[in-house]
């Protein structure tokens, strides 16, 4: 799919901004503060119906107002027309409209319009705890299923009510036990689904990332990635889950908290058999994350018929310089790009000859000037 174009209303620091996209590189330059992330921001909360940042709806319109909008034309791989419209306001909250029907789930958006972003935050995901693996897995699995998605959204509604159960339990010294195994059923049943779907998912994911990471780097590092589950099951995980439920049982009663489960879940990077977090080098790190989020791309659009829109925040300064420009030359060639960028100095056109590129400049949360080409 690709953007056609997006017209943002008090989001952030703009107050009314209209740009048009190219098919295929749109580099957002601008200096420090603005505006370019949030254009960024915009653009997936029509893709994933909130911001990519992990941050509050309330925090996004306009410093002085108390209402956002975001309008978006998006044409699929087969042509289809999309036109999506989300408002916010403090009263009311957010809405979503695709083509002019209000969207009740988000579920019913994800995965339409399939990102991959990267961005300054996502350099946590290898060095990082592993909340930033599990989202990772979350993020490309609710993307290419809804029934993942949904059975993530009842898991986490689960593992709620139980921890308050427990903690419940803990403070006043009186545990219900009816509702305490309601919930673990419900915990047990939505968890299984969720922690099958991973394991499917990266094994599957493996041979993808692989051959992603070996168009990055000449030969002789073999990466890999596991899926390290907080409990190992023999037989079924659903038996294996509860019956790991109920061996800490009386530590979770303790703790007021739910100790098993997919929200302990970690994947395990390796490079040549060895742990990439203990071992690797920074830049070993930098290469592992740009292949993760090739692989990504290659994955979703392969199981999804659709072709991903790619996001990159910040690259040229999280990036060294020949692995900046070796990405964005590698990730260009995909398909729809946006790239921001403090100058146009530091970035080098070369490897864009190949693909149309549009440039829009920003300046204190204005499009001051859109051109194509130099
Ligand atoms: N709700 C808001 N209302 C108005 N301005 C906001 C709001 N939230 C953030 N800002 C400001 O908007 C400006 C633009 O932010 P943005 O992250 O888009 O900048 P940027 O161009 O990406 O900068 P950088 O190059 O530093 O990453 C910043 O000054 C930020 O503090
Ligand atoms: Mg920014």
């Not at 599957?204 to 890999?224: H, I, N, R």
């Not at 589950?229 to 703790?255: C, I, M, N, W, Y």
């Not at 403090?342 to 204190?364: A, Q, W």
């Amino acid at each position: 799919m690709r953007f056609k174009k997006v017209q943002l209303e008090n989001f952030r620091n703009h107050s009314e901004s209209s740009l048009e996209f190219t098919p295929g590189v749109n580099l957002i330059i601008g200096g420090n503060a603005q505006g370019k992330t949030s254009i960024l921001e915009a653009l997936s909360y029509v893709c994933l119906t909130k911001s990519f940042l992990q941050q509050s709806d309330f925090t996004v319109p306009k410093f002085g107002t108390d209402l956002f909008a975001i309008e978006a034309a998006m044409e699929g791989d087969r042509s289809s027309l999309n036109h999506a419209r989300i408002v916010y306001s403090s009263g009311t909250g957010k809405k979503y409209f695709l083509n002019r029907n209000e969207v009740r789930r988000s579920s019913e958006v994800i995965g339409m319009f399939p990102i991959v972003m990267l961005s300054p935050g996502d350099f946590a995901l290898t060095t990082g705890s592993p909340a930033e693996r599990r989202k990772f897995a979350d993020m490309v699995l609710s993307q290419i299923s809804r029934s993942y998605l949904e059975e993530l959204v009842e898991y986490r509604r689960a593992l709620k009510q139980r921890n308050k159960i427990l903690l419940d339990g803990k403070i006043s010294n009186i545990l219900d036990k009816d509702m305490l195994a309601a919930w673990t059923d419900a915990l047990v049943a939505h968890g299984s689904r969720v922690m099958t779907k991973r394991e499917e998912f990266l094994s599957d994911f493996q041979e993808t990332f692989k051959s992603a990471y070996s168009t990055l780097v000449e030969s002789g590092e073999a990466p890999g990635l596991y899926y390290e589950p907080s409990f190992g099951s023999r037989d079924s995980v659903q038996d294996t889950f509860h019956k790991e439920l109920e061996r800490v049982s009386r530590v979770e009663r303790a703790r007021g908290a739910t100790l098993v489960g997919p929200h302990r879940d970690d994947i395990r990077f390796v490079l040549n058999d060895r742990s990439l977090k203990e071992f690797a080098s920074q830049g070993q790190h930098k290469t592992f994350l740009v292949a993760l989020k090739i692989a990504e791309f290659h994955y979703i659009r392969k199981m999804l018929g659709e072709t991903p829109v790619m996001l990159l925040d910040d690259v040229m300064t999280e990036l060294d310089y020949r692995r900046a420009t070796s990405t964005i030359g590698v990730i260009s060639g995909l398909g729809q790009t946006f790239i921001t960028a403090t100058d146009m100095l530091s970035f080098d056109e070369k490897f864009l000859d190949t693909v149309s590129t549009r440039y829009h400049h920003v300046k204190e949360g204005s499009v001051v000037y859109e051109h194509v080409g130099i």
